[in-house]
């Protein structure tokens, strides 16, 4: 099975801040990473697939990068609806999640 | 635009099935995926399984035992049963769409979008 994991697993910061996220794989999954964002009491929503291309209406302060087991999620410009939950997701085989970051406020 | 809405009886003993409908509207189910994904109370992301409109299936092999999924195009619906419930079934379950982008390497792209608002699940006697 491969193994995803997420760091930080919380983070703080203020609005306007350059934030990262990082999703490792425990082997290599090429391409194959998704992003979501989770608010309190809703669902995922899809925000990056594929490792960097950019699902259609998500504003371009998200960009994801990365390839074979090191990914990130970076947001440029923190907004305050950006407080959520991230997940990364893989797709390389049985599809899994990582364990999340929490973004809240500073 | 496509919409989902899961549906289903919010309360399960244990040892009995859980049965979860989703709804598609805004288009049609066909010649897509879908898939069920749930989270339990506080918890990530666990997927639980995918079905084609063509009625194959794929599942995650730690609930395939448990798990059953049929899709309706008739009716723009699919559906998950999922087996001898447990406490620890009990989650938030979303349906999802499940789209796939085939590369040269013979793996599909996957990913979730867009997604129902859920609905919670507890087993409880």
């Known amino acids: 099975d491969i193994q995803m994991t997420q760091s930080p697993s919380s983070l703080s910061a203020s609005v306007g801040d350059r934030v990262t996220i990082t999703c490792r794989a425990s082997q290599s999954i090429s391409s194959y990473l998704n992003w979501y964002q989770q608010k309190p009491g809703k669902a995922p929503k899809l925000l990056i697939y594929a490792a960097s291309s950019l699902q259609s209406g998500v504003p371009s302060r998200f960009s994801g990068s990365g390839s074979g087991t090191d990914f990130t999620l970076t947001i440029s410009s923190l907004q305050p609806e950006d407080f959520a939950t991230y997940y990364c997701?893989?797709?390389?085989?049985?599809?899994?999640f990582g364990p999340g970051t929490k973004v809240d406020i500073k | 635009q496509v919409q989902l809405q899961e549906s289903g009886p919010g309360l399960v003993k244990p040892s009995e099935t859980l049965s979860l409908t989703c709804t598609v509207s805004?288009?049609?189910?066909?010649?897509?995926?879908w898939s069920w994904i749930r989270q339990p109370a506080g918890k990530g992301l666990e997927w639980i399984g995918r079905i084609y409109t063509s009625g194959s299936t794929n599942y995650n092999p730690s609930l395939k035992s448990r798990v059953t999924m049929s899709v309706d195009t008739s009716k723009n619906q699919f559906s998950l049963k999922l087996s001898s419930v447990t406490a620890a079934d009990t989650a938030v379950y979303y349906c999802?769409?499940?789209?796939?982008?085939?590369?040269?390497?013979?793996?599909?792209?996957?990913?979730?979008?867009?997604w129902g608002q859920g609905t919670l699940v507890t087993v409880s006697s």
């Open positions: 997701q893989q797709s390389y085989s049985t599809p899994d």
């Open positions: 999802a769409r499940d789209h796939h982008l085939a590369d040269i390497s013979g793996y599909d792209y996957n990913w979730f979008d867009p």
């Open positions: 805004g288009g049609s189910i066909s010649s897509y995926y």
